[in-house]
């Protein structure tokens, strides 16, 4: 669905080479990206470990400089000050100053993004309460988990009240109660109008929270679009289960089906469509004697869609 | 503006005072003043001048270690630990970042110096030697020496890891301190390629031998007060000169 609006972030044919070592060999991080991602939407990056994400991300957040192509954040250039004071950014792994407690930490973040001295107690104090972490307020960071880290990841970025928030793998390091309440946050976000970006390689998190999401594989962009769009009509297999099989009935349904499972009096037949299925529940109807119990459509999950582009991405190279 | 880079400032401040390696060179810089009663059978009738000479150098050795130490890898840290990504990600220039630091670890050298400073008087006070307050005027000096290879460890800190950068601020610091030998070689060497190398390390090399009026103060030499005021004005225009170099170095850099 196109937007009229300005796209938040709007990225165009970016590609990025790395020169590395020595004999300064040629790393191609991105290739050819374009990208937009509108407002108020939550869209996942998602790609394998070493895609590309994280040059992305830093390109967009202006810590990186494209080979070419262009990156515009709110339609300026991502070093623009004006934009940063728009966005927020959590990076991957975050790591923060020892030395500082968490609320300092957070007025530090307040002061660096401009907001009102008057309201800033009350945004730090507010932020530590979201992200339960009122009981550690006033200790040094040093001494914080992997998951506390990544609470003050996302309080820091979110202490301006940004438009946009960009998350680099933000669940990474997080127990499953830690990921459920960052879903929570993020799906909150958009829900008060906010524009979230976040990179991951977990699919689940991708599947239940995203509006789009964009599927890089080695530096390239294989997939832009909506996630039912990606992953509808494809049904990969349809489950079938019958009950009061005999062994000859069993032995036809084994030719029209991609394998069967026998179990007790129930037996699961696995065939490619609908065309399959109707074949099966002819003969059920010609032998007798045969209940059809269940019928499940197996669609093309989101897994199952990565990695077929991770083989194909694999088969070409 | 200001609230950016006196944010950065702050944090930085924040950073070295609960740091180890500072308290430590304060301790050992008061350790090494309050032990200079240790020599005064050996100093035949010039104790106090003794005293007050080892006590003003204690000052300026500890406060050079300082500035080269913490300001070696204070832009360094920040890359290496990547907290760079959570400042640079709020709308804070990369010249704002640099100037914080700056003036952070210049806010750390001020605070260590008074306490140091302090430290000295006690110390002459105790000792009975005389504390008179003009000797201060010789920290005063060091404190505009510090300005300069603050900028220099910073510089170097932007390019290069923490122990490049301590010892080519040290080189720097050394040479600084050459800066009139360094001429006389320059005008006196046969060879060319001496005179040239050595003409070209006096015009860039900051003279750091300017700033120290430790004899004078110690020994009640004259001092010219337009000498030291055009020091302090050359100490302001070359930090001024490292700051924008360094600015420039970092905003091409890339995470």
């Known amino acids: ?317 | 503006m200001i609230e950016r880079v006196s944010g950065v400032a702050l944090n930085t401040f924040r950073e070295s005072i609960r740091d180890k390696v500072l308290i430590t060179l304060i301790i050992f810089a008061v350790l090494v003043m309050g032990s200079s009663r240790v020599i005064q059978p050996l100093a035949l009738g010039e104790e106090a001048k003794i005293i007050k000479d080892i006590g003003l150098s204690a000052i300026t050795l500890f406060c050079v270690l300082i500035s080269i130490l913490v300001g070696g890898r204070i832009v360094y840290r920040e890359v290496e630990k990547r907290t760079i990504y959570i400042i640079l990600a709020k709308p804070v220039r990369r010249w704002e970042f640099i100037l914080g630091k700056y003036l952070g670890l210049m806010a750390v050298l001020v605070v260590s110096q008074v306490v140091m400073t302090a430290a000295f008087y006690v110390i002459l006070l105790v000792l009975g030697v005389g504390a008179p307050l003009y000797l201060m005027l010789a920290v005063l000096m060091t404190l505009f020496e510090l300005v300069i290879l603050t900028a220099v460890a910073v510089l170097f800190s932007t390019f290069s890891t923490p122990i490049t950068g301590a010892v080519f601020t040290f080189a720097v610091y050394f040479v600084g301190h050459l800066s009139r030998d360094l001429k006389l070689l320059a005008a006196m060497s046969p060879s060319p390629v001496v005179k040239a190398v050595s003409y070209f390390l006096y015009y860039i090399l900051p003279n750091l031998g300017n700033f120290n009026i430790r004899p004078e103060v110690v020994y009640g030499a004259p001092l010219d007060p337009s000498a030291l005021l055009l020091s302090v004005l050359y100490a302001l225009v070359y930090t001024a000169t490292l700051l924008l170099i360094s600015a420039a170095i970092f905003n091409r850099k890339e995470f």
């Open chain 1, 1 to 317: 669905m196109a937007s009229l609006s300005e796209p938040v972030i709007s990225v165009t044919r970016l590609s990025k080479v790395y020169r590395s070592g020595l004999r300064m060999k040629r790393v191609q991080a991105l290739n050819d990206i374009s990208l937009e991602v509108e407002k108020g939407e939550i869209f996942g990056f998602l790609g394998p470990n070493g895609a590309g994400k994280t040059t992305l991300i830093k390109i967009i957040m202006g810590l990186t400089d494209p080979t070419s192509g262009t990156a515009l954040v709110f339609g300026r250039p991502p070093r623009d000050a004006a934009a940063k004071a728009r966005l927020g950014f959590l990076p991957e792994s975050p790591y923060f100053y020892d030395h500082l407690t968490a609320r300092e930490f957070l007025g530090l973040a307040a002061r660096l993004s401009a907001v009102p001295k008057s309201e800033a107690a009350g945004r730090v104090t507010g932020l530590l309460r979201l992200l339960r972490m009122e009981t550690s307020a006033d200790v040094q960071m040093r001494g914080f988990s992997r998951g506390m880290l990544q609470r003050m990841g996302i309080a820091q970025a979110l202490v301006a009240d940004p438009e946009l928030v960009v998350l680099d793998e933000p669940m990474g390091g997080l127990d499953p109660i830690g990921r459920k309440e960052f879903r929570d946050i993020i799906v909150d976000l958009r829900d008060r109008g906010k524009t979230v970006f976040f990179s991951t390689h977990i699919l689940s998190d991708v599947e239940m929270i995203c509006d789009r999401v964009g599927i890089v594989i080695e530096g390239r962009m294989a997939e832009v679009g909506r996630l039912s769009e990606i992953l509808t009509g494809d049904v990969e297999s349809i489950e079938v289960t019958v009950k009061g099989v005999t062994g000859k009935t069993q032995k036809i349904l084994e030719r029209v089906s991609q394998h069967t499972i026998k179990s007790g009096d129930e037996l699961l037949v696995t065939v490619k469509g609908e065309e399959e299925v109707d074949k099966i529940m002819a003969i059920c109807r010609e032998v007798g004697g045969i209940r059809v119990v269940g019928i499940v459509p197996h669609r093309r999950t989101l897994e199952d869609y990565f990695m077929a582009h991770v083989a194909k991405a694999g088969r070409a190279s």
